[in-house]
């Protein structure tokens, strides 16, 4: 029998801008409110960014993170992942203090430098409601955002071993896949982990049907598709149909607004519980099922939401 599929849910990211979308969650309050909807829907695992709830950047600060992580954790069963990505620009002990911190079941953890180009959005967003929005977007046209072997084995160290966080490896092209199966060559990663494929963002793998089922064959191959669960997300128009075909194959997904700030052609989402909705109807007419959150910890052996720090 097909195993239940395992949705994550990204709420608010950290690429997207305020102006971008009046649905886009700001605020502490915003963010979990989205958060509890989301799992409501039925997401099992809530990949989560802060953000200063003034202007809306990217927010590295625990004390923001902690004015919504306990309000979900009471509110759901949903597993908790914090964000090591942070916001393009920021080093990395500002993007993994969030987690060393509050001390997650799991975070994510980018496995390869590369250039991250979200500068095309200046072609279609002109006008904007805070002075950072612009040239943040315009600074990643000569932007390597940095994922060094160094790095992340620092991250997998201090935050996975020092407190037993599990991972959301991120893996935008197919030499990300190589770079973990390197650190499970050297032990530091051991079986059942998570590959979350992204496909879609400029400058990694593009959203092309060809790529997501040669970079699972590659990870199959790699791994043993015994030791690894797998999912997929599509940045933007590829956000619903790569989620299908994952499900299709056998294979999780993500949906949220971090990741597409629509929900048909020319559409706006109005919810990241909307979408979460949207993937369960198609999972479900599909004859498969949705996993809980249990399913999900004990699939991928997580420490248990009695672990954490908060």
Known sequence: ???????????????????????????????????????????????????????????????????????????????????????????????????????????????????FGIFPMLQKYTEFQHDWERPFLEMTEDFIFPNTFKTIRYAIETLGHGHGTKFEFECYDLGHLYNVKWFVDQGLIKPPFFIQMVFGILGGAGADLDNLMYMHKTADRLFGPENYEWSVLGAGRSQMPFATQSAMLGGNLRVGLEDSLYIGKGELATSNAEQVRRIRSIIENLGLSVATPDEARERLALKGGDMVGF
């Open 1 to 115: 029998m097909p195993k239940p599929v395992i949705i994550t849910c990204a709420p608010t990211g950290g690429i997207h801008t305020p102006s971008m979308s009046p649905h886009l969650p700001v605020t502490p309050a915003e963010i979990a409110t989205a958060s509890i909807e989301a799992a409501e829907a039925g997401a099992s695992i809530i990949h989560l960014h802060a953000r200063d709830p003034e202007t809306g950047k990217p927010d590295p600060r625990p004390e923001t993170f902690q004015q919504f992580l306990p309000v979900i954790k009471q509110a759901t069963n949903a597993v908790v992942n914090v964000s090591t990505g942070g916001g393009l620009g920021m080093s990395m002990d500002e993007r993994l203090l969030a987690a060393t911190t509050t001390s997650p079941e799991m975070a994510s953890l980018n496995m390869g430098s590369m250039n």
